[in-house]
């Protein structure tokens, strides 16, 4: 039995998790990708940070690269080029570079599921099951969430709703439903959007947290949620949501909020392509030779080490599928 004084600490300790969660979603949308823990402009400025992930793949090597000097860093970089150049023409074009940013944003989701796996595998046996998971994520024991479930007040009962999304997406990720998350499976429970088994569970979550009237759809009312935002914020979001309503009768099915929740990173990564062709691509011709790209390496990985052999294990990898 947990003591009333320790019930109310619970509360307290919830309602705190509830209104952080709710403070962290600040943009309109509900299946962003979170790629990077950089951004591409911090206060106005470019962050070449963001630039050097986005080619390496890797948090912490992108930390190690000050470890080498510029000309072993370009050394490093040209067998990254040659994997970048998958026509094998001697030029790295837009679409094989946007290719390869896409893939260093998934590489830098798996790096970072994986420090959250064995942040959480404190027992270090290589699984994770839902008490260990609700024990190191929420710091509470089961027996103390079923003493929450006793409580009606809302914002622990968002704070419930909020834990049982996360049972229901960790029973999803249990492919083989042995009770426990391996490595692999935790990478597809802590960043869904990446795999497609994942999906219905993701677009189930964001149906059940803005549809309020409960009938299966999204109005424009629900899909614009209960946040104030500014009046050109509305015109753009209205649009989007005309575009996502595809049938056009003004509500938004399971089916047409998918392009919503699941986006993917494929705009972002051609944007910072574009970005680095603006930067090495001397001659204008849309294209980039291995010197142009050496040229500029401070843009692509700094004056330090890229992950060249990740990269490499991974592009082998993939191209044995």
């Known amino acids: 039995m947990v003591s009333g004084g320790l019930l109310l600490t619970l509360i307290v300790l919830a309602s705190s998790a509830a209104t952080k969660g709710t ?64 026509d094998h023409n001697m030029f790295v074009s837009k679409k094989e570079l946007t290719d390869w940013i896409v893939m260093s944003f998934k590489l830098l989701d798996e790096e970072e599921a994986i420090e959250e796996f064995e942040d959480k595998d404190e027992d270090q046996d290589g699984k994770i099951n839902w008490i260990e998971y609700l024990q190191t994520h929420f710091s509470y024991t089961e027996d103390e969430i079923k003493e929450m479930r ?24 249990d492919v083989n439903k042995d009770g426990y998350l391996d490595k692999d499976e935790f990478v597809a429970f802590y960043h869904p959007y990446n795999y497609e088994h ?46 996502y309503d595809v049938n056009k009768d003004q509500l938004l099915s399971f089916d047409e909020i998918r392009p919503w929740v699941l986006t993917d990173n494929l705009e972002e990564a051609q944007e910072e ?49």
Do not use: C
């Open 150 to 173: 006793k409580n009606d007040r809302e914002d622990i009962l968002q704070f419930l709703a909020g834990v049982d999304d996360e049972e229901r997406k960790f029973n999803a990720a």
């Open 273 to 321: 392509a574009d970005h680095l062709f603006s930067k090495a691509d001397e001659n204008l011709d849309d294209r980039l030779t291995e010197r142009e790209i050496t040229d500029h390496h401070e843009e692509f990985v700094g004056s330090q080490a890229t992950d060249y052999g990740r990269h490499l294990h991974f592009v082998k990898h993939k191209d044995e599928l």
């Open 23 to 86: 403070m962290e979603q600040t943009e309109h949308g509900a299946g962003s990708p979170k790629h990077g823990k950089q951004e591409h402009e911090i206060d106005g400025h470019h962050n070449v940070h963001f630039d050097h992930e986005a080619i390496l793949g890797s948090y912490k090597l992108e930390e190690e690269f000050d470890e080498l000097p510029p000309e072993e860093a370009k050394k490093r970089l040209k067998m990254l080029v040659k994997k970048m150049d998958k």
């Open 198 to 243: 994942m999906h219905h569970i993701e677009l189930q979550r964001v149906m059940n947290d803005h549809d309020k009237d409960k009938d299966g759809f999204l109005s424009l009312e629900e899909f614009l949620g209960d946040s104030s935002h500014d009046q050109e914020w509305e015109i753009v979001e209205k649009e989007r949501f005309q575009d």
